[in-house]
């Protein structure tokens, strides 16, 4: 029996999150600044700005001011995945005592 999937579906729902990211400072955005959101959709978007650059920018009393460049957000897209981790553990070995862990199940889900 062949299975339905999002990928065949039409008029699915766009997912945007309505938090805007500043990915600037860091060297590593997305695992820096990721943050646990819930998405109800298998495409989502998000949103990124930048700050402004330092400058020299002290004025005399009394100056004229002129109307700087204004730079729109970034819309990013990404994609959800489905991961999996298949592995085994007896119930002894989650049984007996080990060092730096209660059960051998909790270290083989992180590992």
């Known amino acids: 029996m062949a299975v339905y999937k999002t990928?065949?579906?039409i008029g699915l729902a766009e997912?945007?999150?309505s938090i805007i990211?500043?990915?600037?400072?860091t060297?590593?955005?997305m695992y820096s600044l990721i943050k646990s959101e819930k998405v109800q959709a298998r495409q989502y978007q998000y949103q990124t700005d930048t700050l402004a650059a330092a400058g020299a920018n002290a004025q005399l009393e009394g100056f004229t001011a002129s109307a700087g460049t204004a730079i729109p957000?970034?819309?990013i897209t990404g994609n959800t995945q489905i991961l999996q981790k298949t592995f085994q553990v007896s119930a002894t070995a989650d049984a007996v005592k080990a060092y730096g862990r209660?059960?051998?199940?909790?270290?083989?889900?992180v590992a």
């Open 27 to 29: 060297d590593t955005p």
């Open 73 to 75: 957000t970034v819309m």
């Open 15 to 17: 997912d945007v999150s």
């Open 102 to 109: 209660a059960k051998e199940t909790a270290l083989k889900m």
């Open 7 to 9: 990928y065949e579906q």
């Open 21 to 25: 990211s500043d990915i600037t400072p």
